[in-house]
């Protein structure tokens, strides 16, 4: 009587192991390195700069589009609630920048690799006269937009919120209103972070404003 038997290929067996555990360790590795997400302004248009521009009154709208992702490929985000974006304009012959807007954003969840958009026209507090066309010449300078808020990873067990100073500075065609150059401007870590300042800060209106 012959015997039934089933020869085990240990071969096979331990290169599939040896792949199931190197497979676990890069997703793991990737689930553990963690980044904070980016934020570009990729396009900022400021009317009344705009020679051709055939406005009766004084427009004090600045229209801007920003782009903020996660930039994690396994890891989703939560953005806590307020966030806020200010927005200033510095002249280059001067050390201080001249306030114009601010405003703010509630909290929302970011899945890992995804972008959102932010973009529409901003009502400023009114621009100087250095920018609205009443003294002549435009002067030389850049427009500064400002982040201030917290995110946290969407991690079991992980609570801490990373908070996130970001600027950048916004050079404006003084003839056309718009940014110069086609690439879009990242926001960098600003160090400027103030808690109690940012909680203070009254929201504008932002006109037509929209996720995508």
């Known amino acids: 009587m012959a015997d039934d038997s089933i020869e085990i290929d240990t071969g096979n067996t331990w290169c599939n192991l040896i792949l199931t555990v190197i497979i676990f360790f890069i997703f793991f590795s990737i689930y553990k390195t963690r980044v904070l997400p980016s934020i570009h302004v990729e396009e900022f248009y400021v009317p ?14 600045i229209y801007i589009n920003l782009k903020l992702k996660n930039r994690n490929p396994v890891t989703g ?6 966030l806020y974006f200010n927005l200033s304009f510095i002249p280059k012959e001067q050390n201080t920048s001249i306030h114009l807007a601010e405003f ?10 995804k972008a959102k958009r932010v973009k529409g026209l901003l009502m400023t507090h009114g621009l100087p006269s250095v920018l609205n066309g ?4 435009q002067p030389a300078g850049a427009f500064r937009v400002d982040f201030f808020g917290k995110v946290r990873y969407k991690l079991i067990g992980y609570h801490k919120r990373h908070l996130m100073s970001l600027a950048a500075n916004v050079e404006v065609d003084d003839k056309t209103g718009v940014k ?9 870590n600003s160090g400027a972070w103030d808690h109690k300042q940012a909680i203070l800060l009254p929201m504008s209106m932002l006109i037509g404003a929209f996720f995508m």
Do not use: K
């Open 48 to 61: 009344a700069l705009n020679s051709t521009g055939n406005f009766t009154t004084i427009n004090n709208t």
């Open 134 to 137: 009443t003294q002549g010449a």
């Open 180 to 188: 110069v150059g086609e690439e879009a401007i990242r926001l960098v």
């Open 77 to 82: 985000l939560y953005y806590v609630d307020p």
């Open 104 to 113: 703010g954003l509630h909290g929302f969840y970011q899945g890992n690799g």
